[in-house]
């Protein structure tokens, strides 16, 4: 027997006037008009126009990133904290929204939840979007009548851990960026600027300079193998690339590498504790129980290292230690984090010390990157000095010395 097929579901704008009798519009996902007329009617819609959405002619959707995953959140956090129905809220978030991706997934989700499905289910439908942490805070907060609550908390998290990735980027991105340019610039040189030096020398008859002669060297070198090297540096990255992405040993070393790199290390550690203590403050205010809430941060730190010490914390809290003690024991969380672990337990506020320890260590973080972003500028700037001034000084040296000897 053949199966049935599915209609597509299209975007359809409306307008209308809701149970109040006030104006409304909006979008909504539907196979087809009559359906998203319907739709509305349950939502106590009076539809007045319905029109299926233009798509634009050039370009489609926009890839979702996570800080407008964490803005969805606490737009949505605002909308309900105003007293506006959850359903209505979807409208509203998703008619500001500039990316049509996003614009689609929310309707996507509103419709689910329309239809009974509830928020947290529809949100289990798009784990690319929105993981598992994620999804059971909001069923948390659903069975517990306190989900506005908990969205917000949710917002808070996503963008602390956002603003977070957004310090490490920036600690990596802007060295990596100029030494690159600076190589790009050096072959540059060598392959279109020096060759035409070579000529010239090449009528002078007289013996040239060690140093030009070595930088010639070089530029004949990059001439003739430049696309093997280019080759060779863009298979490296693509099998750095897949050995991450499909070995397991390779991705525990490399995280190991990373805790010890000089400088760069320091900054990826306390990350690292800003994400544990963040992530555990807030499962834990949330009301998930402890063991569930160190399973929840054995996926968020983001190192195999603190992956398998959090899964050791929690086995060993699962037989009645205390957090601080079995955090102790992996020897690799700081005496402050482990003091204020320890006086949250105590006085029943281990959130809220959690809370404050996640604070000390993002605001660390921030710190060594402007010092680290500090005590790079001039160690880049001398290296593209040397480069771009070497080879220069290379190619105007024999000039310099014929102009002496005359």
């Known amino acids: 027997m053949a199966k049935a097929t599915v209609p597509k579901a299209d975007i359809f704008v409306y307008k209308g006037i809701d149970k109040k009798g006030n104006k409304v519009q909006g979008e909504i996902n539907c196979a087809t008009s009559a359906l998203a007329k319907a739709q509305l009617i349950k939502q106590g819609i009076h539809a007045r126009s319905v029109k299926k959405k233009v798509k634009p002619m050039f370009g489609g959707s926009k890839k979702i990133s996570p800080l407008e995953i964490a803005l969805f959140t606490r737009q949505m956090a605002t909308m309900m904290k105003a007293g506006v129905p959850l359903v209505q809220s979807f409208d509203i978030v998703a008619g500001g929204s500039e990316n049509q991706g996003l614009t689609e997934l929310i309707l996507t989700i509103k419709e689910d939840v329309a239809s009974g499905g509830g928020f947290a289910p529809s949100l289990k439908k798009h784990p690319k979007y929105f993981d598992e942490l994620f999804c059971n805070l909001v069923e948390a907060g659903e069975q517990s009548g306190s989900l506005e609550t908990m969205l917000d908390r949710i917002a808070v998290y996503k963008e602390k851990t956002e603003q977070l990735k957004g310090k490490i980027k920036k600690a990596l991105t802007y060295p990596i960026a100029v030494v690159v340019v600076a190589l790009v610039v050096t072959a540059l040189l060598l392959v279109k600027v020096v060759p035409q030096f070579a000529e010239t020398f090449a009528g002078f008859g007289a013996e040239l300079p060690a140093f030009t002669l070595f930088v010639l060297h070089i530029s004949e070198v990059t001439q003739e193998y430049w696309l093997y090297a280019l080759g060779g540096m863009g298979g490296f990255f693509m099998l750095y690339g897949k050995l ?134 001039p160690f880049i700037m001398s290296i593209l000095g040397v480069l771009v001034g070497g080879l220069m000084i290379a190619m105007y040296l024999p000039i310099f010395k014929m102009g002496a000897a005359m």
């Open 244 to 377: 991450k992405e499909k070995s397991k040993t390779f991705r525990e070393f490399m995280d190991r590498v990373a805790l010890k790199v000089p400088i760069v290390g320091n900054i990826v550690i306390q990350s690292i504790y800003a994400r544990f203590a963040r992530t555990l403050s807030t499962t834990f205010a949330a009301g998930v129980p402890l063991i569930d809430a160190l399973d929840s941060v054995a996926g968020a730190t983001g190192n195999s290292v603190y992956l398998a010490a959090t899964v050791r914390v929690r086995d060993e809290v699962a037989t009645g230690i205390q957090l601080n003690t079995a955090m102790s024991n992996t020897g690799l969380f700081p005496a402050l984090m482990l003091q204020m672990t320890l006086i949250g337990e105590e006085s029943g506020a281990l959130d809220d010390m959690l809370d404050k320890a996640a604070n000390y260590y993002e605001e660390a973080v921030d710190n060594a990157v402007d010092n680290l972003t500090s005590l790079l500028e």
